[in-house]
């Protein structure tokens, strides 16, 4: 299998077919047609359904346009790292929601001006499916907040520490404890969020067991709900300060499920000079990320004070 068979194959692919892919690659379409041809025979498989004018691959031809991408991807990388120049192409992040939204608009605007060149490709989605785009390398990075199971094959970085919070409405009752959100509705993400498991492991089976579930995919769709009286939610309190506080009410919960913290997650091997510039720019403001910040008093922020939630 010769590398530039690969780049004709991968052309072919983005083209949509023979005489497009010959036209960018400046050949005679029976130029392409034979090299087609010759990587077909060399690995056994037949890689495209021929019918009509645009060529379908198969599924063989799906799993050699995976390798092909990311072979061709890393040619690119070695030869912007030996040749010493700016970080270019493109570099996919993929993110919690409330990180994207509270803690990454700063970081990412300071890499923007740093590094222009790079197109960043930014997809927000729960915890754990954050982890599986990473692994199966749909994604370089994932900015996360547990790291589900075995961590083999990745590297973290450790970045933000985040305090949870209970919020309801201001309506609700105080919440000192567990039992006393018994029989409200949870408003949170599907399952495979790691802030949903915090709330469960602080809840308990018996609070659990009481409780309506009501699953939003948007913290701004939840945080309205909780404002309306829906229900509650644990959020980190990040995204609070991005949030109208009019009609909410925040309750710290106990120290031993308050905090959690956000790492960036990244395959081992495999830091392209775009993901190295970035981590090399968030460790010069991780140290500060990682403090958590003082929770203010209702005096202070003229807002509702937290009360401390004893789980």
Known sequence: MEFSDLKIFKTVVDEGGIIRAARALHRVQSSVSTRIRQLELSTGAELFVRGGRRLTLTPRGELLLSYADRMLRLSEEAETALANTAPSGVLRLGSLESTAASRLPAVLSAYHKAHPQVRIELTTAPNDALVTSLTERRIDAAFVAETCGSNAGLSMLPLFRERLVVISSTAHPPIRTAKHVRGDSLIAFPRGCAYRRAFER??????????????????????????????????PESV???????????????RVHEEIVTPILWRKQEVSAALLALLELLKTIGDVHRRASPIRSAAASGRNAYARVDG
């Open 240 to 254: 609070l300060e991005i949030a109208d506080r009019r009609f909410i009410a925040a309750h710290r919960v106990s």
């Open 202 to 235: 602080w809840a308990g089976r018996r609070t659990l067991a009481t409780l309506r579930v009501l699953e939003f995919n948007s913290y701004h769709a939840i945080i309205a709900c909780v404002a309306a009286g829906t229900g509650i939610a644990l959020v």
